[in-house]
T-cell receptor, first 109, second 119 residues
């Protein structure tokens, strides 16, 4: 499965949009982009996933570039409860998710 | 929907004893469950894939005789850490994969984790 690169940490003001980037330049045609987050001392929480089209759900939006080599997770109105480590994972299927180091998002008042 | 529970949420045991952790899918049947381990300030590491009715598949470097996995039903998988030692202290997390064809088929759903401390 393709490897991903994410910034180690990011800050975001409460109420503002949080845009979390992910590079996956070696992604293959049938690999999905998954996003999970992990709040301290809890299990990961599924956020969203996509193949090539942009996706939106009640939690976030996922923007995938046309060449699929990078993507951005958007939390439209970040709250303090969105403070977590966000993982971008690329995988052929959901059977095997390999977690990288993720991005530690800190939302501040 | 798609809720996964773990029990216990934390456990402290003496070195040399065995500890069993349960993972349950509460509102769906899961033919496949996964076990992860997470050390402080590190990411999740997949330990093994648990398939109902068959032997688990372990990742490279994970001792199958030390980490016993049983997936006896479609809603329950157990991880037993045998002869636990302080270096086994970690956060153990399971996940479950809903069956194909449903509305939540495209992702794993994770339990809340079990914190194991071996003294």
């Amino acid at each position: 499965d393709a490897k991903t690169t994410q910034p180690t940490s990011m800050d975001c003001a409460e109420g503002r949009a949080a845009n979390l980037p992910c590079n996956h330049s070696t992604i293959s045609g049938n690999e999905y982009v998954y996003w999970y987050r992990q709040i301290h001392s809890q299990g990961p929480q599924y956020i969203i996933h996509g193949l090539k089209n942009n996706e939106t759900n009640e939690m976030a939006s996922l923007i995938i570039t046309e060449d699929r080599k990078s993507s951005t997770l958007i939390l439209p109105h970040a709250t303090l409860r969105d403070t977590a480590v966000y993982y971008c994972i690329v995988s052929h299927n959901t059977d095997k998710l390999i977690f990288g180091t993720g991005t530690r998002l800190q939302v501040f008042p | 929907g798609a809720v996964v529970s773990q029990h216990p949420s934390w456990v402290i045991c003496k070195s040399g004893t065995s500890v069993k952790i349960e993972c349950r899918s509460l509102d769906f049947q899961a033919t496949t469950m996964f076990w992860y381990r997470q050390f402080p300030k590190q990411s999740l590491m997949l330990m093994a894939t648990s398939n109902e009715g068959s032997k688990a598949t372990y990742e490279q470097g994970v001792e199958k005789d030390k980490f016993l996995i049983n997936h006896a039903s479609l809603t329950l998988s157990t991880l037993t850490v045998t002869s636990a030692h302080p270096e086994d202290s970690s956060f153990y997390i399971c996940s479950a994969l809903p069956p194909s064809g449903g509305s939540n088929t495209d992702t794993q759903y994770f339990g809340p984790g079990t914190r194991l401390t071996v003294l």
